[in-house]
């Protein structure tokens, strides 16, 4: 029985030697350089995968969007390679501002509390394009950069790092990533692509489509009774400002790291209209 152990083990440790699949060191080294944290922001199933990627087709550097710039950086600086500046980083934003006071309810929803479940049913709350508020984003973030604040996911931009996780979440599209060219950006948070009449008898702080913003700065644009901003082009400008300010449900706002509060639910604005 010993001499039979002795031959197996001989035989195994031969076989892997015989049968060992070399390593590039490269990719143990790319590895390294990655944040190790399997998050999928890439497209990956995690770091490892990805560094197997990228060792292959160098042009997915950059797909690391907790690394960001720095990791590109590395990864480059291992493959020998030069890279070009990359362009603003992504960040999630909430297309909606609606908080459980602002919201207008049917009935209490008594189902499976995920935000997957409830948008399945009709009527969970007046609004269809609102957040639900169960916290499917909040389960999905690996890095404790959402929660749910009176009713309303919000992100917290100082532990984000935009691996868009929160984004695939969301069943009802209302987190979408971002460019930020600064570090906080004005947003239009809403969603409902209702008229201004429903809108209004639904939540206090949805966008009426009205256009003064359209009037005022032409990154703005109205779509589906809707309006959206051009992020790609935003700069902040006196006429942006003027935009927000004249807003007449606050709808614009301000997201990001050391982001100016919204105004106040209700608060008068210097102009108004109403789309009919």
């Known amino acids: 029985m010993l001499g039979l152990g002795v031959g197996f083990a001989v035989v195994l440790l031969i076989a892997s030697e ?3 699949v070399e390593v590039d060191p ?3 080294q790319i590895h390294e350089a990655l944040p190790s944290l399997d998050c999928g922001a890439c497209g990956f199933a995690g770091c490892s995968q990805y560094a197997k990627a990228i060792l292959e087709r160098p042009e997915l550097i950059g797909k690391c969007a907790p690394g960001g710039a720095e990791t590109s950086e590395k990864i480059a600086n291992i493959l020998n390679l030069h890279i070009s500046e990359s362009g603003p980083s992504r960040r999630p934003v909430v297309h909606c501002r609606a908080h459980s006071e602002d919201k207008t309810y049917y009935a209490e929803y008594q189902g499976i ?3 997957t479940s409830a948008n399945a049913l009709a009527n969970v709350q007046a609004c ?3 957040c639900v508020s169960f916290g499917d984003c909040v389960s999905a973030c690996k890095f404790d950069a959402l929660s749910i604040v009176d009713g309303l996911a919000t992100v917290d931009y100082e532990k984000c790092t935009g691996c868009g996780a929160c984004s695939k979440a969301c069943p009802r599209n209302l987190i979408r990533m971002v ?8 947003v239009v948070a809403c969603n409902s692509k209702e008229n201004g009449k429903t809108t209004r008898s639904m939540c206090k702080v949805g966008c009426i489509g009205c256009g003064i913003c359209f009037k005022q700065a032409d990154i703005f644009s109205i779509e589906d009774n809707l309006a959206r901003l051009d992020y790609e082009r ?3 400008t ?3 400002e003027i935009a927000l300010n004249k807003c007449p449900t606050g709808v614009i706002v301000y997201c990001g790291k050391n982001a100016p509060p919204p ?5 008068k604005a210097t102009a108004a209209s109403q789309k009919s």
């Open 18 to 20: 015989k049968l060992k």
């Open 26 to 28: 490269k990719i143990e």
């Open 113 to 115: 509390q995920t935000c």
């Open 128 to 130: 269809k394009f609102g």
């Open 179 to 186: 460019p930020f060219s600064q570090e906080h950006m004005m």
């Open 234 to 236: 935003y700069q902040p």
């Open 238 to 240: 006196e006429q942006t």
């Open 263 to 267: 105004r106040p639910a209700g608060q």
